[in-house]
């Protein structure tokens, strides 16, 4: 156990400093939240005036432009496209070989690549998260509860997002080109998730739909457990769920991994 964080702690270690090389892309990341929020805070604003009323599905304008603020950051946080995009290319150019021929895993160092990767973000969008009662104040975080429940569902929702990408990159072992399927689910996730628009917004029939998928899971669970909008008596059962999506989804990119290195032939090693 202590060979096997030690070695994938030193992953994190590598890729963190990389990641402290090249530091525009948090700047870019924390202005495209910022400027976000602000419009869609302008949109809001008007779609509230021009209905006359002051909730639209529960919400006050309030507590909708700090829901989908927290979405945002949330969003951000379990993404990793970037990271499947460089998995899909090491199989596709021959790159995974050198994982077959060391005593290393290709899921897990990624996963730890991600996790590295993304060490700025996880820095800043955590001092917006901790400001984030100050900013709006008694609509966040309001007991200490929520806030050991968020940062539990948000760890979830990243380990669950990764694995999403990893069945994806393994699609990859029989098609080689599936960085548009990436691309197009990576677009729809951040719809489908929650992160542009409280899930509640959607018809109906559409919710019933993103309810039996572990969508709800990557942005709108730990938001609403955040904002007090989901009652603390369905969190077991909530956390329960999502816990199963992560060992469905694992088992899953495990088996087609398992089936996928066999079709595997190093093709421009």
Known sequence: MFK????????????????????????VGLFSILSGIFIEYLIWKQIFVARGT???RGFTLNELVAFIFLSMIVGQLKSSWVTSIEMIDAIRSGGLNKYLIRPISFYTYHLMMFIGQNSLFYMAYFTLI??????????????????????????LAV????????????ISFWFHEVRALVIAYNIANIILSGQIIPLRF?????????????????????????TGQLPTDMWASKFFLGFCWCL?????????YYFGIKQYGGYGA
Do not use: H
């Not at 959607?202 to 955040?226: C, R």
């Open 130 to 155: 901790a400001a984030f009662p100050f900013i709006f104040p008694g609509l966040a975080f309001t007991t200490n509860f929520q806030v050991f429940g968020f940062l539990a569902a948000l760890f």
């Open 202 to 226: 959607f018809p109906e029939m559409y919710l019933k739909i993103i309810t039996f998928t572990p969508l709800p899971f990557l942005v709108d669970f730990p938001v609403s457990i955040a």
């Open 159 to 170: 380990y669950l997002s990764y694995n999403m990408y990893y069945i994806m990159v393994c």
């Open 248 to 256: 469905i989804t694992w088992g899953i990119g495990k088996t087609l």
């Open 54 to 56: 002051e909730l639209i």
């Open 4 to 27: 096997f964080l030690k070695k994938y702690s030193a992953v994190i270690k590598m890729t963190w400093i990389q990641t402290l090389e090249y530091r525009a892309n948090l700047y």
